[in-house]
C-alpha cells in the first residue's frame, strides 16, 4: 500500500488549552487590588481576560499579565475574580479563585457636624471620611464633606483628620473645594471622646478662614460626630 502523500496528510489539530493560574493582593486600607495571573501554551498566548463576578473587567496581551483597580469598603464582602487565558487555536484556559476583601480606614463612615461662627448664621452638615493617608509617620483620614449654606456662601470639598501637619497632634481640615485650594475649616489639638452611644466625637474651638468672614481666621465653635461607620455608596458632593 503507498503512504499517503504529504499533501494529504491531516495536519494536527491543537486542542489543549494553556495552562493558568491567578493570585490576588488584596489592600487591608483602600488601595490598588492586584491580580495577576499566569499563562503558558507550546502556541504562545494571544490574551489573558480577567474577571471579576463574571464580568469582564480588563484584558492583558502582553506578559507578565496583571491587573489592579482601587478597591474600598465599597468592595468589601467576597467576590471571584477568574481568568481566561486563550492561545494561537482559541483554546480557552481558565481557573477562578473566591476572595475575600476587608477594608477599612482611620475614622471611616458619616459624620455629622455644627459650627458657629459667633454672630453669623451657623451651618450643620454631613462628611464622610473613606480613605487615609501616611505621611512622614503622620496618619490621618481622608474624606468629602456635602454642600452647606452658610449666611453668604456656598461651600463643600474635602476634609481630614488626625496627625495633618504633627505627630500626636489630632487636627481637623475642611477645605473649600476638592482640591484643597482653600483652608474653610480648621480646628487643632483635637481630643476625641466617646458618646454613650459609643461613638466618636469632639466639641472645641476652631477657626473660619477669611473668605466667609471679615476677619481672617475667625473663631468659631465645632462639633463633630460620628454616626455610622459604614461608608455610604452615593458620594455626598453635589454636583452644580
Known amino acids: 500500500m503507498s503512504p499517503i502523500p504529504p499533501s494529504t496528510v491531516p495536519p494536527e489539530v491543537d486542542t489543549t488549552p494553556p495552562t493558568v493560574a491567578i493570585s490576588t493582593q488584596v489592600p487591608e486600607k483602600p488601595g490598588a487590588l492586584v491580580l495577576t495571573a499566569t ?15 463574571g464580568t469582564l473587567i480588563a484584558t492583558d496581551v502582553d506578559a507578565p499579565y496583571a491587573t489592579s483597580f482601587k478597591a474600598t469598603q465599597l468592595d468589601n464582602g467576597e467576590a471571584v475574580f477568574s481568568i481566561k487565558a486563550y492561545d494561537s487555536s482559541g483554546n480557552i484556559g481558565q481557573t477562578s479563585t473566591t476572595q475575600s476583601i476587608n477594608i477599612h480606614s482611620l ?26 493617608k501616611t505621611e ?3 496618619t490621618f483620614a481622608v474624606g468629602r464633606y456635602g454642600k452647606v449654606q452658610g449666611k453668604s456662601f456656598v461651600a463643600q470639598g474635602l ?13 481637623m481640615n475642611m477645605a473649600y473645594g476638592i482640591n484643597y485650594q482653600e483652608n474653610f475649616v480648621n480646628a487643632k489639638n483635637i481630643v476625641l471622646k466617646l458618646d454613650t452611644s459609643n461613638r466618636l ?11 466667609f468672614v471679615q476677619t481672617s481666621n475667625r473663631s468659631a465653635f465645632l462639633f463633630f460626630r460620628q454616626v455610622s461607620k459604614a461608608v455610604p455608596k452615593n458620594d455626598i458632593i453635589e454636583e452644580d
Open 39 to 53: 499563562a503558558a501554551d507550546s502556541n504562545g498566548i494571544t490574551k489573558v481576560e480577567f474577571y471579576r463576578d
Open 136 to 138: 512622614d509617620g503622620r
Open 159 to 171: 476634609a481630614q483628620l488626625g496627625e495633618i501637619r504633627e505627630r500626636n497632634n489630632l487636627e
Open 201 to 211: 466625637y469632639f466639641a472645641g474651638d476652631g477657626t473660619l478662614d477669611e473668605k
Open 107 to 132: 475614622y471611616e463612615g458619616v459624620w455629622e457636624y455644627d459650627i458657629a461662627p459667633g454672630e453669623i448664621i451657623g451651618f450643620s452638615g454631613t462628611l464622610v471620611f473613606d480613605d487615609e
